[in-house]
C-alpha cells in the first residue's frame, strides 16, 4: 500500500517545474497582478468556437505543426497535435497528483492554449482550485474532460480513427508516468495511478501489456524525416500506405 502525502496547491505549483517543460503549468497566479491571457480556453476549442486571435483554433495548430514538420498529410499533424496536447495534459495532472496529493480543477474552460507556440504546447491555467488526486479524479478530468472532446473534434475534422487517437492518449500517459518514475519518491505512486488509468474502458487495450507497445500508430513515420517510435506497434516503417488508411 502506498502512503499518499497530501500538500496544499500552491498559487503557482512550483512543485512541477523541475521536472521539465511538459509538466510546468503557467498560472495567472504566477505573478500579483497578472492578467488572464487573451487565449482560447480549451472549451472553445473543443466546441470549435472561433477565437479573437487565431479564428479556429485547432485548425490552426494543425497547420502549423504540419508546416513545421512537412507533413505531406493534414491528419498526419492532427495526430502529432493531438498527442501532443495529450502529453501537457496528463503530465501535468499526474504530477500534480504525486507531488502534492491533489490536482488542480483543469475543466477546459479554465485552462487557456495559445496554439502558436511551439511545442510543448503552452497552457495557462485561469485559477487553483484544489480537485482529489485519485485516478478517478483524473480520469474525469483529463479523459473525459479534454480528451473526448477532442478526439471527437479530430476525428470529425480529419478522419483519424478512433483506435489511434485513444492510441496517442494511451502513450502519452505512459511516456509521462515514464518520466516521473525517475523519481524513486513517486515511482510507486506514479506506477499506481497509471496502471489504474490505463485500465480505464477508453484506453484499455490500447497498449500491449507485456511490452508496453502500442496497438496503433500515430503515423508519426509518414513524415519526410520521420520513422517509428519507441512505442510503435511497428519495429521498422512500413512501406507507404494508400491514403486513407489509419496506420
Known amino acids: ?58 485548425t490552426f ?24 496536447l495529450a502529453a501537457r495534459l496528463w503530465s501535468v495532472a499526474l504530477g500534480c497528483a504525486v507531488l502534492y496529493g491533489r490536482i488542480p480543477d483543469l475543466s477546459p474552460r479554465r ?4 496554439p502558436d ?8 491555467l485561469d485559477a487553483v482550485e484544489p480537485l482529489p488526486g485519485d485516478a478517478e479524479t483524473i480520469a474525469d478530468v483529463v479523459l473525459h474532460g479534454h480528451l473526448e472532446p477532442l478526439t471527437a473534434a479530430l476525428r470529425a475534422e480529419y478522419r483519424l480513427a478512433t483506435g489511434l487517437l485513444w492510441g496517442n492518449a494511451a502513450s502519452a500517459l505512459a511516456g509521462a508516468a515514464r518520466q516521473l518514475g525517475h523519481r524513486p519518491d513517486v515511482s510507486a505512486r506514479v506506477r499506481d495511478l497509471s496502471a489504474a488509468l490505463l485500465a480505464h474502458p477508453l484506453l484499455e487495450g490500447t497498449l500491449e501489456s507485456t511490452t508496453g507497445r502500442r496497438r496503433s500508430c500515430c503515423l508519426y513515420y509518414r513524415l519526410p524525416e520521420g520513422g517509428v517510435c519507441g512505442d510503435c506497434c511497428f519495429t521498422r516503417a512500413p512501406r507507404s500506405s494508400p491514403r486513407g488508411t489509419s496506420g
Open 117 to 124: 507556440a511551439s511545442a510543448p504546447d503552452d497552457l495557462w
Open 1 to 58: 500500500m502506498v502512503l499518499l502525502l497530501v500538500v496544499d496547491l500552491d498559487p503557482d505549483l512550483a512543485a512541477l517545474r523541475p521536472l521539465g517543460a511538459f509538466f510546468a503549468l503557467r498560472t495567472v497566479g504566477e505573478t500579483p497582478g497578472t492578467a488572464r491571457p487573451a487565449l482560447p480556453t480549451l472549451a472553445q476549442v473543443y466546441e470549435n468556437r472561433a477565437s479573437d486571435v487565431y479564428g479556429n483554433s485547432m
Open 61 to 84: 495548430r494543425v497547420e502549423k505543426v504540419a508546416r513545421a514538420l512537412r507533413a505531406p498529410e493534414p491528419r498526419i499533424a492532427a495526430s502529432i497535435a493531438h498527442q501532443g
Open 111 to 114: 485552462l487557456h492554449w495559445d
